[in-house]
Structures are given as structure tokens and as C-alpha cells.
């Protein structure tokens, strides 16, 4: 899939950020059985395959959005916990300065001796030093904590600055099936090694005005990397998150980004729900403190449907 083709440029279209006319389509949420809440089919997806046999070699996927607060690390967290009952090894990377990621999983970032800021500026640490188990048998971490904000500042005067995490990443491909990456709310170099060291990204999208009209410079800065940097990367998909069916503005941004992006919206769309917040101060994934939630089933949901646009993974 080419995304610079199939992804439309939106950064000088006013038109997107126009609260849409009523059309005689079905209302996200609203429509007659076999309708999903993006107002499309749902599609019928198989069980996911067994990961494939012989050696591994992991599939890089960026959660990435400069708007804080979309969903990003709860994705990264809830859907490698997903795919991790799928059978697949998964490792979660902490690119976030603040280390939200580490907390979700019951990792106090005030006490790491070592997390990635130590893999990206010195060779004397190796991934075995960095990288945590989780409560989750399959599910591992590499950790991060305010000490990353300086690695921004460091980079700069490096070489090939932007391929540092990369490197780092290209020495897990062969333990791991997929390696999930949450990224700081930024477009800084941080974002930029990330997009650098992905083979695809999932872009969380909260269904409010204002996360809607940032996607505007997210493809532009991805259109540049693809460009300049890592002409294979793709856009796996943009995922709705934050919804509520029951307010006229959530349906209406979701019914908006599915006519500018169209197939590449994801039909599973992540509802808001007290239990996400729960599971932060637990310390575990919804997929196992509540496992029969509509949370889980959720990211259950998109684990189908990311390994049924990934078929190698």
C-alpha cells in the first residue's frame, strides 16, 4: 500500500475541519445490524493465524499523534496485550519522556537504573540490560523516563541522528514478533526516530475537533519521512478512540474521518470507559483486569484486524 497515495493530503483542505452536512448515509453508531459505529460493514475477519514458524523477524509498529492525551500509550499497552493471546511475542518500546507506558505497566520510571536513553547514547548496554518482562508472560518492555528529554538534545550533533533507535530495535527483530512503539506527543526528532525505525503506524485519533485538525501536519511529517528517511513506511491505519455514541460531536468528527481517509480508518473504534483509567493504577492491560469488558473486546478487535492488514506478522 502506498499511503502517499491512497492518503489524501488534508493540510490545505478547510473543508475537513467543516462540521459535515447531514446526508442520507447511516450515522455512526446508528445504523441497522452488520453496521460499525464508523458507519461502514463490519467486516468478517478469521482467527488469527499462529505466528509463522522459523526465525523471527519483527514487524515495527508506531503509535504516533503530537496531540497528547488521544490514546496512544493505552493502545500501545491494550493492543500488545491482544496480540500477545494471539500467540505472538510483542515487545512494547517506552519512547515517551514521560514514561506513561512504564507506569501503565507497574514500572516506576523514578527507579530505573537503566532504560532506553542509556541503549540510544552508549554501546556499553545491551538490550538484555534494558529490557523488563511484564505481568503479562510474552508481553515485554524497554522503559523510559524523563532522562529521554536530554536524548532530543543529544542527538542533534550525532550522525545519521534519526536512525539511533533503529539500530537499537533492528538487534530485537529476531526475538520478537511485533515491536509496538509509543511515541511522545510531539513531532520532534524523537517522533522522527521512531517513524524512521517503523514499518507501519497507527495513528489514534480522539473523535474531538481539535485532535481532527492536527492529522493535517502528522501526514505531512510522515509524507517527509517516507520521503527522506524510510520510503517503506506505511500508515497501518487511523483508529478512532475516545468515542461516545451518545453525543451529535463525537459521531459527526468520526463520519468526517472516514470521508477523508476512508478504508484506512479502522472499523474497530475504542469507546471511552471508566475501566482504562482503572487499569493505569493497576498496573496491567483491560485484556486482563477485565477481561470480558467491552474495553477488551475492543482490542481484541483491532488485534484482527492489524494482523489481517499484516498477514506476515
Known amino acids: 500500500m502506498d499511503t502517499r497515495a491512497d492518503i489524501p493530503r488534508i493540510g490545505g483542505d478547510p473543508a475537513l475541519f467543516e462540521v459535515p452536512a447531514r446526508t442520507g448515509l447511516p450515522r455512526p453508531g446508528q445504523g441497522p445490524d452488520g453496521i460499525g459505529p464508523t458507519g461502514r460493514p463490519?467486516?468478517?475477519?478469521?482467527?488469527?493465524?499462529?505466528?509463522?514458524?522459523?526465525?523471527?523477524?519483527?514487524?515495527?509498529?508506531?503509535?504516533?499523534?503530537?496531540?497528547?492525551g488521544v490514546g496512544k500509550t493505552t493502545t500501545t499497552i491494550n493492543l500488545g496485550a491482544a496480540l500477545v493471546e494471539t500467540g505472538r511475542r510483542v515487545l512494547l518500546v517506552d519512547f515517551d519522556?514521560?514514561?506513561?507506558?512504564?507506569?501503565?505497566?507497574?514500572?516506576?520510571?523514578?527507579?530505573?537504573?537503566k532504560s532506553i536513553y542509556?541503549?540510544?547514547?552508549?554501546?556499553?548496554?545491551?538490550?538484555?540490560?534494558v529490557i523488563a518482562p511484564t505481568n503479562v508472560e510474552g508481553l515485554d518492555i524497554l522503559p523510559s523516563n524523563i532522562d529521554l528529554s536530554a536524548a532530543e538534545v543529544q542527538l542533534v550533533s550525532?550522525?545519521?541522528?534519526?536512525?539511533?533507535?533503529?539500530?537499537?530495535?533492528?538487534?530485537?527483530?529476531?526475538?520478537?514478533?511485533?515491536?509496538?512503539?509509543?511515541?511522545?506527543?510531539?513531532?520532534?526528532?524523537?517522533?522522527?526516530?521512531?517513524?524512521?525505525?517503523?514499518?507501519?503506524?497507527?495513528?489514534?485519533?480522539?473523535?474531538?475537533?481539535?485532535?481532527?485538525?492536527?492529522?493535517?501536519?502528522?501526514?505531512?511529517?510522515?509524507?517527509?519521512?517516507?520521503?527522506?528517511?524510510?520510503?517503506?513506511?506505511?500508515i497501518l491505519g487511523i483508529l478512532g478512540t475516545m468515542y461516545d455514541a451518545r453525543t451529535l460531536h463525537s459521531r459527526e468528527v468520526l463520519e468526517r474521518v472516514v470521508q477523508a481517509f476512508g478504508e484506512t480508518v479502522f472499523h474497530t473504534v475504542i469507546r471511552r470507559t471508566i475501566k482504562f483509567p482503572e487499569t493505569t493504577v493497576a498496573g496491567e492491560p483491560i485484556t486482563t483486569y477485565s477481561p470480558n469488558s467491552p474495553g477488551a473486546t475492543a482490542y481484541r478487535a483491532l488485534a484482527r484486524e492489524v494482523l489481517a492488514r499484516c498477514p506476515g506478522a
Open 118 to 129: 542509556n541503549l540510544l547514547l552508549s554501546r556499553q548496554y545491551t538490550l538484555d540490560d
Open 158 to 234: 550525532e550522525v545519521a541522528r534519526e536512525q539511533t533507535l533503529l539500530r537499537v530495535l533492528d538487534k530485537a527483530r529476531d526475538r520478537y514478533d511485533i515491536i509496538l512503539i509509543d511515541c511522545a506527543p510531539s513531532l520532534g526528532l524523537l517522533t522522527v526516530n521512531a517513524l524512521t525505525a517503523s514499518d507501519k503506524v497507527i495513528i489514534p485519533l480522539e473523535c474531538e475537533f481539535f485532535a481532527l485538525r492536527g492529522v493535517a501536519l502528522l501526514t505531512d511529517t510522515i509524507g517527509k519521512v517516507q520521503d527522506r528517511l524510510n520510503p517503506n513506511l506505511e
Open 42 to 68: 463490519l467486516p468478517d475477519l478469521p482467527d488469527p493465524r499462529p505466528p509463522q514458524a522459523g526465525p523471527k523477524n519483527a514487524l515495527i509498529i508506531a503509535m504516533t499523534n503530537q496531540k497528547g
Open 97 to 113: 519522556p514521560q514514561g506513561s507506558l512504564s507506569v501503565g505497566l507497574g514500572v516506576n520510571p523514578h527507579t530505573l537504573d
